[in-house]
T-cell receptor, first 114, second 110 residues
């Protein structure tokens, strides 16, 4: 399957901890986006990388950081976790930094902070 | 700042009935509008985009700039249309940062 792959599927951890979510984009896609989906707020854009460089930033907390590696996979790091960080975190990729590239989504990582 | 509003969290219709999923946006310009769909246990995927003016799986959506709306419509709902639907907006000429609405769950019953 050459689609967007996210690991892990589920993650349960305690408040104060730090986790890393991983995303492998679709083959050939250079752009990676991270979104947070919570019950109340729908899909919130966090951050975008294009070919290793940060391209756009959304409502991403300072406790969160991300990077895109030379092989184009991306990691989203969440630290000092709070109960409110519990959500589905989606990664998406597209072939272009801007313009009309369609986003292709992964299955998401469900994070539960207890 | 741009905003997408989907006023209905859940829309339940009978099979064969018409469907309209509402989407309103606020943006002072000419954005690109999209509908994404998430079927049960599947990933979010693009359903249609306004610039393509296409009909996918019987769904259409017309951009109404006067009303700043992009409602999704289908004349006869099918059971397989049951899913979560998200309306999304992207300002033109920017990195592909989509702003999503909160989503509407469509439930089609017999």
């Amino acid at each position: 399957d050459s689609g967007v792959t996210q690991t892990p599927k589920h993650l349960i951890t305690a408040t104060g901890q730090r986790v890393t979510l991983r995303c492998s984009p679709r083959s050939g896609d250079l752009s990676v986006y991270w979104y947070q989906q919570s019950l109340d707020q729908g899909l919130q854009f966090l951050i975008q990388y294009y070919n290793g460089e940060e391209r756009a930033k959304g409502n991403i907390l300072e406790r969160f950081s991300a990077q895109q590696f030379p092989d184009l996979h991306s990691e989203l790091n969440l630290s000092s976790l709070e109960l409110g960080d519990s959500a589905l975190y989606f990664c998406a990729s597209s072939s272009r930094a801007g313009g009309s590239g369609t986003l292709h989504f992964g299955n998401g990582t469900r994070l539960t902070v207890t | 700042a741009q905003r997408v509003t989907q006023p209905e969290k859940l829309l339940s219709v009978f099979k064969g009935a018409p469907v309209e999923l509402k989407c309103n946006y606020s943006y002072s310009g000419s954005p690109e509008l999209f509908w994404y769909v998430q079927y049960s246990r599947q990933r979010l995927q693009l359903l249609l985009r306004h610039i393509s003016r296409e009909s996918i799986k019987g769904f259409t959506a017309d951009l109404n700039k006067g009303e700043t709306s992009f409602h999704l419509k289908k004349p006869f709902a099918q059971e397989e249309d049951s899913a979560m639907y998200y309306c999304a907006l992207r300002p033109p000429g920017t990195a592909s940062k989509l702003t999503f609405g909160t989503g509407t769950r469509l439930q089609v019953t017999l």
